[in-house]
């Protein structure tokens, strides 16, 4: 299906089957004769009008691609949150240890080698955990957009 219009009337649409041709614009124009005779055409059509002055008129598609990449892309987005949530929270609890050692470092009371030691192997949990949980972070405030965009995904056409 092929639409034209007039640039002197661009509310009347002209529909015909087929592709834009010199055809299609010959029937436009048979049908454009008809309302002309009938007195529907809210124009006055110069004399010598040809089917070379219809205008195609080009359906606007709305870019269903583009709303499936951003839907794909949301389901990465919070899929990534999922992953680095179950990070933080595997990390959590040994990091937290590893803190509380910390204060150690911060006191008069002495401290044998082997507490440093296992305090610098536990910095490696410590460093480990806050940078997922800075990633986790940065993700979720992501994913908060992500999740609108699917909540309007899946909204049914009458809400």
Known sequence: M???????????????SGKDSAKAREKAMDQLMELMDAGKLPTNLAEGFSPSQLIEVKELETDVASDEDAVTQAV???????????KVQDSRAEAL????????????????????????????????????????????????????VLDQALKSPEE
């Open 2 to 16: 092929v639409q034209y219009s007039l640039a002197q009337s661009p509310e009347v649409i002209l529909t015909v």
């Open 97 to 148: 240890k590893v803190r509380a050692q910390v204060d150690i470092l911060f006191s008069d009371k002495s401290v044998s080698e082997e507490e440093i030691s296992q305090l610098k192997d536990g910095f490696k949990v410590l460093k480990t955990f806050a940078q997922v949980n800075l990633r986790y972070q940065e993700a979720r405030s992501k994913a908060e957009q992500a999740r609108t």
């Open 76 to 86: 990465q987005v919070l899929s990534n949150l999922a992953t680095l949530k179950l």
